[in-house]
């Protein structure tokens, strides 16, 4: 029996907030379409976009389409033959990148814009093939974008806090495990999700284990290079700089698989599955190699890519779609950024010195000159906001990339960070913490939380209750033995 086909049909449908110029630019941008395959989607009322598809990768092309603001539908073929096309690959965790999605195919394939219709289908005033036959989606609302929400405020979060910061110096640090679970309770359990909250479920004393077993090896450290007799100096540092080393990868994974484990949705636990070996690679390797200025990029694809990739929740494992050459212009803009806003400083301070040297550089406080001071002063209000800018800048599109390039099943993340907010919320965070010698903390701490998961989406191809339902039959069927297993020796070795 032959498998079931699927098209891809556009009919101009954009998404809330998108307009049509900006839905084109996402297209050649992120979905690497030409500018003629574009035009020619929004030139007719209905356009089949691709044919001959299987409803996995049917339900890829419908989910990256959306995420750029283009709503398409899902059709079935009344024919389940394949006629003669290209065909596609099924697109693996490895190869599911923007640029597999590009629908490259489309300009070159016999059933791609402009083609014959499907035999036996309707023919609308466009030329383009009409379904009469069965959608998969015959409810407009999938996908659709579901927001998260933060609910805690300020003054709630400053209680926990300064309790937290009490007991804390009062039990000379015994108490921080206590705050750590306190903490993440309450920024999980307000942050909601379809109507659900999010849990950290771990247990104070096993990440006071974790300290107290850092605590001593730090301590040992202390004692040794105190007291070592100064000729074994060098060799003692270069033993403990290579133990550092080959140690930081598994403390990496033990406090990624401890944060996810303890980490639930609607009772389903996340979890993390990365190897020592990706660790190395991703946290000592290529930052070492990073040395070299122009490898950085791969340095930040790798942590990332080693986070998500070997993330799951539950049984489902997330997948990461960036590629090396998307941080490669993070990484050009950056450079941009600097050298453009070197250049403004400088022109400024230029004019500074250049006025003072005009009007004779007479003024002065005793012996010094006005136009050291003024520089001085200048400078360092230049650095500072270059300082916030480039950070600012920076955060931006890497979270923009990390979010619209992780996915989940057939579901998605999106993220709409914006420059000129982010940047916004970085000073006046700073500054309230500053003017306050530190208590605004909690609520620099809610307002970021706030931004986050206001600027932060979940692209649902389907009903949610039905992917968490299915997820819990998994666990429950195939993973009965999982927590136990990762907990042999379960110690939060992070901070």
Known sequence: MNEVQYQIAFMGKLRPGFDQEKVKANLQEHLKLSSTVVESLFAKDRVVIKR?????????????????????????????????????????????????????????????????????????????????????????????????????????????????????????????????????????????????????????????????LAFGVIGLYYVLATFLPPAYAIGFYLLAFVIVIFLLPWVVIKALQFNARHSQYRNINFGFDGSYWGSFTAFILWPMASIFFVLLPFSWHRKNEF?????????????????????????????????????????????????????????????????????????????????????????????????????????????DYKFGSFLSLLITNTLGILFTLGLFIPWASVRSARYHAEHTQFIATQSLDSFVAGEEQKVNTFSEGLADAHSVFDLDVGI
């Open 52 to 212: 001959n598809l299987n409803v996995n990768v049917a339900k890829q092309y419908e989910q990256r389409f959306y995420m750029h603001g283009a709503i398409v539908k899902l059709e079935q073929q009344l024919e389940a033959k394949a006629q003669s096309e290209t065909s596609i690959k099924p697109i693996s965790s490895e190869s599911r990148s923007a640029a597999d999605l590009s629908i490259e195919p489309i300009a070159a394939s016999s059933n791609s814009l402009g083609s014959e219709p499907v035999k036996g289908a309707n023919v609308d005033h466009g030329g383009m093939a009409s379904n009469s036959g069965g959608a998969v989606n015959t409810d407009d609302e999938y996908p659709k974008t579901l927001p998260f929400e933060f609910t805690g405020n300020g003054k709630e979060y400053f209680k926990i806090w300064i309790v937290n910061i009490a007991l804390t110096i009062l039990t000379l640090g015994i108490y921080s495990a206590w705050a750590k679970v306190r903490n993440k309770q309450y920024f999980y359990g307000n942050t909601l999700f379809e109507g659900s909250s999010f849990e950290y479920t771990a247990q104070p004393l096993t990440i006071l284990k974790g300290r107290i």
């Open 307 to 415: 986070f998500v990739a070997n993330s799951r929740y539950g049984t489902t494992p997330f997948q990461f779609t960036a590629n090396v050459n998307d941080y490669y212009g993070l990484f050009g803009k950056m450079i941009l950024l600097v050298i453009v806003s070197l250049i403004v400083m400088g022109l400024f301070i230029a004019a500074i010195a250049f006025g003072f040297g005009a009007s004779g550089g007479v003024e002065s406080f005793g012996e010094a000159s006005y136009a050291p001071v003024a520089i001085g002063i200048v400078s360092s209000i230049g650095y500072m906001l270059l300082y916030f800018v480039g950070l600012a800048f920076y955060e931006v599109l890497s979270n923009n990339l990390l979010y619209n390039n992780t996915l989940i099943n057939e579901h998605s993340l999106s993220a």
